[in-house]
Nanobody, 117 residues
């Protein structure tokens, strides 16, 4: 399973960005998709996760500002990020839990989100 993320960039505080992550490959089923982020000098932490059934989970600091969604037919997840703050600056990594033969974790390349004036 390959994950292709897009949508990062530079945005001013209070602005919005939308990240996309498309999963591709053959003979797999997606169980969940999401994003983690890693700021300089910090560990990689979960930002948001969505299951194939539509259940979602968010890191406390992004609740009410970020919304995760998934198009199951396209195996693509989206992270709508509103009211961005400088502390949201990080490399965002797309994640998927998928079943190929058994459940496995997959990671995409990071995409940099910079919130700065």
């Amino acid at each position: 399973v390959q994950l292709q993320a897009s949508g990062g960039g530079l945005v001013q505080p209070g602005g919005s960005l939308r990240l996309s992550c498309a999963a591709s490959g053959s003979l797999f089923s997606i169980n969940a998709m999401g994003w983690y982020r890693q700021a300089p000098g910090k560990q990689r932490d979960l930002v948001a996760l969505i299951t194939a059934g539509g259940n979602t989970r968010y890191e406390d600091s992004v609740k009410g500002r970020f919304t995760i969604s998934m198009d199951n037919a396209k195996n693509t997840a989206y992270l709508q990020m509103n009211s961005l703050k400088p502390e949201d600056t990080a490399v965002y990594y797309c994640y998927a839990e998928a079943t190929v033969v058994w459940e496995e974790d997959f990671w995409g390349r990071g995409t940099l989100v910079t919130v700065s004036s």
